[in-house]
């Protein structure tokens, strides 16, 4: 019997043994290996890419999943990637699924509807979560919305410490010298991080970068 040969990507190690565990008593998928952001995926494919799917969350360090999921769909077209997120937002959708994604699951499904998830797009389906599914409908019906969520760039409002942050994280500081940098804790650096990629409508630090500079908020 051939396996399914599977990646686990996610930056929290708890909820990746978590993913591990609910697939455990399917004998026909093989766990090749758990990484811990996009950047480590590609230098694992780059040495072998013979994986058959990737289980892929949205908000990492270094490079982020739905940037992930298009260089891999770029280099590697024959590998299928499911989105495995706690992110249900209209603009992670429509990014992902725009990025290549072959389906989205939310992280709270169980692992007898992962699995099948899982078989489904290996066959070629388009696997998601019943929400993402009503959530997926609506952007086709009404388009103007994905333009929103595309092209927006409304002037955003960056706290004080927010551009702080912004700062150093454009002068390719850590988050852990940020936090040194700033007296605050590696946690709260993330926070402030996550919250600066929502208002800016990015999914990394060079768009970050970027968008902030544009506006003058940097």
Same mark, same amino acid.
């Given at each position: ?11 929290? =190690? ?5 993913? !591990?565990?609910?697939?455990?008593? $399917?004998?026909?998928?093989?766990? *090749?290996?758990?990484?811990? &952001?996009?950047? /480590?995926?590609?230098? !694992? ?13 949205? /908000? ?6 739905? /940037? ?16 495995? %997120?706690? $992110? ?24 007898? *509807?992962?699995? &099948?998830?899982? =078989?489904? %797009? ?13 959530? %997926?409908? !609506?952007?086709?019906?009404?388009? /103007? ?30 988050? %852990?010298?940020?936090? &040194? &940098? ?5 946690? =709260? ?9 929502? *208002?800016?409508?990015?999914?990394? !630090?060079?768009?970050?970068?970027? *968008? ?7």
């Amino acid at each position: 019997m051939n396996k399914i040969k599977l990646a686990i990507v996610d930056d929290n =190690t708890f909820l990746a043994r978590a993913i !591990k565990e609910k697939l455990s008593d $399917f004998e026909d998928l093989d766990i *090749k290996y758990m990484v811990y &952001n996009g950047s /480590e995926l590609l230098s !694992k494919l780059e040495k072998n890419h013979n994986l058959d799917l990737v289980l892929m969350d949205i /908000e990492m360090p270094v490079l982020d999943g739905i /940037e992930t999921v298009r260089i891999v769909k770029q280099k590697y077209p024959h590998i299928k990637v499911l989105m495995l %997120t706690v $992110f249900d937002n209209d603009e992670n959708i429509f990014n992902a699924i725009q990025a290549g994604a072959d389906g989205y699951l939310l992280k709270e499904i169980e692992g007898h *509807k992962l699995y &099948n998830a899982i =078989t489904e %797009t290996i066959e070629g389906g388009a696997a998601m979560s019943p929400s993402i599914a009503v959530k %997926t409908l !609506k952007l086709l019906r009404y388009p /103007e919305k994905q333009e929103s969520l595309s092209v927006q760039e409304d002037d955003v409002s960056l706290s004080s410490r927010e551009k702080e942050v912004l700062e150093q994280l454009a002068e390719g500081l850590s988050y %852990t010298v940020i936090a &040194n &940098n700033l007296f605050l804790s590696p946690s =709260t650096v993330r926070k402030h991080i996550e919250n600066i990629y929502r *208002k800016l409508q990015v999914h990394n !630090k060079l768009e970050a970068v970027q *968008k902030a500079r544009r506006q003058s908020l940097i």
